[in-house]
């Protein structure tokens, strides 16, 4: 019979954690494939852990399709409020209007980011758009309330979430406007038929 091979490793061994039993294998060569193995007090805390390495994994993976990465800690919604409003310049009408309140919509994350981590919002968020205006690139400290180089702290975020972001925002805020119009539509068809009866 001929001998298979099924790969190497340092040692297997079986070990007893709670009340059930698990198998180890360590030290694989070329692994393509791993278990990690979640532990915690209760089923709440083990699905929370797991859910938080889910959504790392997640990221990981996202980067690797995407194949890029955009500067984290509000530093690409501070950047687009900017750019934003440069644009409305070139705008006329109403229109001006919409690109304001777009503008307005992307701090709600370094809004957000900053009330979470314990600071005044208004205030972390002026500092961010002055130092913005000095030419950098920022996002907020979650430690210090200060503005940062995201880059340099090594905090990035996913390019297919800001993309999501941003095309998902303009279609919901089309489609709540378009009940408005129909809310508004049906009161003014009562309306006349009430007359129309009178």
Do not use: W
């Not at 791993?34 to 790392?56: F, M, S, W, Y």
């Not at 307005?104 to 314990?118: H, W």
Request: hydrophobic letters at 40%; aromatic letters at 6%.
């Amino acid at each position: 019979s001929a001998r298979v091979s099924l790969g190497y490793c340092d040692s297997v061994y079986e070990q007893v954690l709670g009340e059930e039993k698990y198998t180890f294998v360590e030290g694989v060569k070329n692994p393509l494939s791993c278990t990690i193995l979640i532990k915690g007090p209760n089923k709440h805390t083990i699905a929370q852990v797991k859910e938080a390495i889910r959504d790392g994994l997640r990221a990981v993976y996202n980067v690797f399709e995407d194949k890029y990465l955009i500067p984290g800690g509000g530093a690409f919604e501070v950047a687009a409020h900017a750019d934003l409003l440069q644009y409305m310049n070139e705008v006329t009408g109403r229109a001006k209007l919409g690109v304001q309140a777009f503008a307005d919509a992307l701090l709600v994350i370094p809004k957000t980011l900053a009330e979470n981590s314990g600071f005044d919002a208004q205030d972390t968020l002026i500092a961010l758009q002055e130092e913005h205006h000095k030419g950098n690139m920022v996002g907020l400290d979650i430690h210090t309330g200060e503005p940062m180089d995201p880059v340099a702290a090594g905090i990035y975020d996913n390019y297919c979430v800001k993309r999501q972001l941003v095309n998902s925002s303009a279609v919901i805020a089309t489609q709540l406007l378009l009940v408005d119009e129909i809310m508004r539509a049906g009161k003014s068809q009562r309306r006349m038929g009430e007359e129309a009866h009178n």
